[in-house]
């Protein structure tokens, strides 16, 4: 069996000591605040930092990463006779997916010995992590690619994101809800609780009325439709450390269930969120 290795990107959300450890090779997404020209990775941006220069009212614009930086990194490994297993941001929300599997056609003319599979995971954030940890889990039992792969595709849509934001000015921002609702929202402090559908698009469900009626919502949305309470859990959050431990507490005390990983919703992500973003993730019956 030919070695393989695992790839992913920085809109995983997982941070880089994790993913070295897992071996696994990630390609990171970029960002550009708005009163600066200077192009920075996502991995090179602090997260409370960034999220306080949020608050103070700074803009970030966030790009994909584009075929070239793709072929750049997988070349490596095809000229070293190993396979690759990319594990992609959804391509509901971004063209980064696409961009590998473009890349991975004109390697092949390269490398007709060596193989890129491309996972659209249509998922984001440590969503998209979730996958990357379960495909090496797979990998570390001896699966194949192949059947890592099948896997993943056979269980990313049940993997669910619940996440709920802190400021309806950054979804407003991003054309995800109109003017009008984000200002009447602030009024009256509705918080939203949104989740990743089959499409792999950021989708609306349910609006609760207060911060803490958000994060219960969270929690009785694991209740309504976990696979296994003892399964993976992750939870990511834009500086908001109160809240993890609020929601942390409320899965142990309702269900004895303890979550696995936290980690900070990375900046490009984060752009388009806000500070105080909470998202849970889990294995359930749909999405």
């Given amino acids: 069996m030919t070695e393989y290795i695992i790839y992913t990107d920085s809109a995983c959300d997982i941070d880089v000591p994790s993913l070295k450890e897992w071996k696994v090779k990630h390609i990171s997404l970029s960002l550009t605040f708005e009163d600066e020209g200077k192009v920075l990775l996502n991995d090179e941006v602090e997260p409370v930092g960034f999220y306080n220069r949020m608050r103070e009212g700074a803009v970030a614009k966030t790009a994909a ?27 509901g ?15 092949s003319e390269i490398y007709p010995d060596n193989r890129v599979v ?3 995971t249509l998922a984001a954030s440590a969503g998209q992590g ?3 940890y379960l495909a090496v889990q797979k990998r570390d039992e001896g699966k194949s690619l192949d059947e890592v792969a099948q896997y993943l595709e056979d269980n990313k849509l049940k993997l669910c994101h619940w996440f709920t934001v802190d400021d309806l000015v950054y979804l407003k921002r991003g054309g995800r809800i109109s003017a009008a609702a ?3 929202g602030g009024v009256l402090g509705i918080k939203p609780v949104m989740h990743v559908d ?6 609306p469900v349910f609006k609760a009325r207060g911060r803490k009626a958000a ?7 694991f209740s309504e439709s976990v696979i296994d309470k003892d399964g993976p859990i992750f939870i990511c959050h834009a500086d908001c450390d109160a809240d993890v431990e609020t929601v942390k507490t409320m899965l142990k005390e309702q ?23 909470i998202a849970l993730f889990f294995l359930g019956n749909e999405r």
């Fill in 198 to 203: 089959n499409e792999g698009h950021l989708v």
């Fill in 93 to 107: 929300l971004s063209t980064t997916c696409n961009s590998a599997a473009i890349a991975a056609k004109q390697l």
């Fill in 255 to 277: 269900h004895g269930a303890t979550v696995d990983k936290v980690v900070y919703t990375g900046p490009v992500i984060g752009a388009h969120s806000g500070p105080g973003t």
């Fill in 182 to 184: 984000a200002f009447v």
């Fill in 130 to 132: 979730l996958l990357v």
């Fill in 215 to 221: 994060l219960k919502g969270l929690v009785d949305k």
């Fill in 118 to 120: 491309c996972v659209d």
């Fill in 65 to 91: 990463v584009n075929t070239e930086s793709f072929k750049r990194a997988f070349e490596e490994d095809l000229k070293a006779g190993k396979d690759i297993l990319y594990i992609g941001f959804s391509t």
